[in-house]
């Protein structure tokens, strides 16, 4: 059968990658996909937008594709899924009005707050002098999210009453971030450490995953702006065990339940972004797709065959998945100026990696040059990301250092400090 895959990133790259080792696979395409996607074995990038539904279904039809999986989230928010569905086609992927669990905070808030899914307390402004009064009212720490989409970039974590004053009066009053910070979101600061947990689901069936831990921050000890991801590792065993079980009892069954009963019953990967925190864990955010970094460290640790565990989930089957034991690690190049403005059309070699059984590149905001045998060019911020999987984390951080620190990256950078939670 043929699968196929849309995007083009790191994520998309590692469900190529994964759908690719399955024996029931014999092509899998990927629109838009990338070069490095092309590179890969089995795997066929074809040059056809996300956004077009259109052209999208008839690839799928011309090629007979037997099982459609969506990356990332604009199609997902866009309604992509329900058209799949509409022309008959098989796919896993939540549909326009599901995916406002990540489309829309307050979608998602009032969801937890009826079905008592633990997460921050919060209250909703459209006012500044009441939302001034609000936080006066709660004390700091507090944290003040613009409403609508803004690239992850509308969250402050207030330490101070006049930090978060500012961010209102420039979400509010200034329009930092135009219309999506018309309306706010004040909620209560949660501490802890973050956790990423996420399942395949359809409607009531939920079958967890194993966690990972991503690296939100652009620098070192966690500082800087947040971006979308600079690494990731799994397992994250300082945080896995008991608090697992909690969460799936207390945050992803009775999410995917409330979904049900709300009539937008879920189909995809829920993505559960966790706050451990002293009380047990609290949701900070839903997202209705796989996690990039996450997918990269966790797709190398499933043994299970991809397309069969879709396919049973998609039955109503609660298929228990088959894991290696062994650790994976991904630290991510990113172009210098992620995530604010970076350059592009950097030329860069890829090094040799030291494993070539456990040790894979996979490619993000990367474009072969033309002009050079096996050279590349940036393409993004984030352009590249290197997972090894390895007996221990200890072992897999060593091995993916070793290869990142031997080369000279000229234009990129990356964090020396992934997974320093363990420490
Ligand atoms: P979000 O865009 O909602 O995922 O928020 C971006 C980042 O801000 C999260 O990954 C957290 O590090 C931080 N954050 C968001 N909400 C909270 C909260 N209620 N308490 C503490 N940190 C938060
Ligand atoms: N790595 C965070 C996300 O995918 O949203």
């Known amino acids: 059968m043929k699968v196929l895959v849309i995007g083009g990133g790191g994520r998309e790259h590692a469900l190529a990658w994964k759908f690719a080792q399955s024996?029931?696979?014999t092509e899998v395409l990927v629109a838009p996909g990338s070069d490095g996607i092309d590179d890969e074995q089995g795997c066929r990038s074809v040059a056809i937008r996300e956004d077009d539904h259109e052209g999208l279904i008839a690839l799928a039809k011309k090629e007979n594709v037997a099982l459609t999986m969506v990356g990332p989230e604009a199609p997902l928010v866009a309604g992509l899924v329900d058209d799949f569905l509409a022309a008959g086609l098989t796919v896993f992927g939540p549909s326009k009005a599901a995916a406002e669990i990540e489309g829309s905070k307050q979608f998602a808030k009032d969801i937890m707050k009826k079905y008592e899914i633990p997460t921050a307390t919060y209250e909703s402004f459209t006012n500044l002098v009441d939302a001034k009064a609000y936080v006066k009212r709660v004390g700091v720490p507090i944290v003040v999210k613009a409403d609508g989409?803004?690239?992850?970039?509308?969250?402050?974590?207030?330490?101070?009453?006049?930090?978060?004053?500012?961010?209102?009066?420039?979400?509010?009053?200034?329009?930092?971030?135009?219309?999506?910070?018309?309306?706010?979101?004040?909620?209560?600061?949660?501490?802890?450490?973050?956790?990423?947990?996420?399942?395949?689901v359809h409607g009531k069936t939920v079958v967890p995953m194993v966690t990972a831990q991503d690296h939100k921050r652009a620098f070192e000890g966690d500082t800087g702006p947040n971006t979308g991801g600079m690494g990731a590792y799994s397992p994250v065993p300082h945080l896995d065990g008991d608090w697992l079980k909690e969460a799936e009892a207390t945050v992803l069954r009775p999410m995917a339940e409330a979904m049900v009963a709300e009539g937008v019953p879920f189909t995809g990967i829920l993505y559960g972004g966790l706050m451990i925190t002293e009380k047990g864990p609290k949701v900070i955010e839903f997202n209705a797709r796989f996690g990039d970094p996450e997918t990269q460290v966790i797709l190398p640790r499933l043994k299970s065959d991809l397309v069969d565990v879709i396919e049973r989930v998609l039955d109503g089957e609660e298929v228990s998945l088959s894991w290696t034991d062994q650790a994976c690690v991904g630290v991510v190049l990113a172009?210098?100026?992620?995530?604010?403005?970076?350059?592009?059309?950097?030329?860069?070699?890829?090094?040799?990696?030291?494993?070539?059984?456990?040790?894979?590149w996979f490619h993000a905001g990367s474009v072969k040059d033309k002009n050079e045998v096996d050279g590349w060019k940036t393409n993004g911020g984030r352009v590249l990301l290197l997972s090894t999987m390895a007996p221990s984390l200890?072992?897999?951080?060593?091995?993916?250092y070793d290869v990142l620190n031997q080369h000279s990256w000229n234009g990129l950078f990356y964090r020396k400090d992934i997974a320093h939670q363990l420490k």
Do not use: H, W
Request: charged share 25%; with cysteine; aromatic share 6%.
């Open 149 to 200: 989409l803004a690239a992850g970039k509308g969250v402050v974590v207030a330490e101070s009453e006049s930090e978060a004053l500012t961010a209102l009066d420039e979400m509010m009053t200034a329009k930092k971030f135009g219309d999506a910070g018309a309306s706010v979101v004040i909620e209560e600061c949660l501490r802890g450490e973050e956790l990423s947990y996420m399942a395949f």
């Open 23 to 25: 024996e029931r696979v």
């Open 335 to 360: 172009s210098e100026g992620y995530p604010g403005s970076y350059e592009k059309g950097i030329p860069f070699q890829l090094p040799d990696v030291n494993d070539t059984e456990n040790q894979l």
């Open 394 to 400: 200890k072992v897999a951080l060593d091995g993916t």
